[in-house]
């Protein structure tokens, strides 16, 4: 069963970075779907960023485009979420997920699809 655990979250002003990290673990071939997802209060749970840990093909949030990268360190199981230009309705909680298999274009960023979710790290951007 895969596990993962996020960090790198924290407060920044506009205009700033960040980078979150997600420790994955619990899991032995690249088959996988990873990625961020994004919730602020009141708000559903959307899709960010993922990439197929195979063949590093990614998908973005139109919104996020040019802004934040995605990539993979395979050494150290690990998923990093670098974050630029940040703006104040960046702000929400952010969560690592996964699921077996390749990332869906038409599905990549519908929660349901994901078995395996983070905790969640908080990401606060003042202007």
């Known amino acids: 069963q895969v596990q993962l655990v996020e960090s790198g979250g924290g407060s920044v002003q506009a205009g700033g970075s960040l980078r979150l990290s997600c420790v994955a673990s619990g899991y032995y071939y690249q088959n996988y779907c990873m990625g961020w997802f994004r919730q602020a209060p009141g708000k559903e749970r959307e899709g960010v960023a993922v990439v197929y840990l195979l063949t590093n093909n990614t998908y973005y949030a139109d919104s996020v485009k040019g802004r934040f990268t995605i990539s993979q360190d395979k050494g150290k199981n690990t998923l990093y979420l670098q974050m630029n230009s940040l703006k104040p309705e960046d702000t929400a909680m952010y969560y690592c997920?996964?699921?077996?298999?390749?990332?869906?274009?038409?599905?990549?960023?519908?929660?349901?699809?994901?078995?395996?979710w983070g905790q969640g790290t908080q990401v606060t951007v003042s202007s």
């Open positions: 997920a996964a699921h077996h298999g390749g990332c869906s274009s038409g599905y990549w960023n519908q929660p349901n699809e994901y078995t395996a």
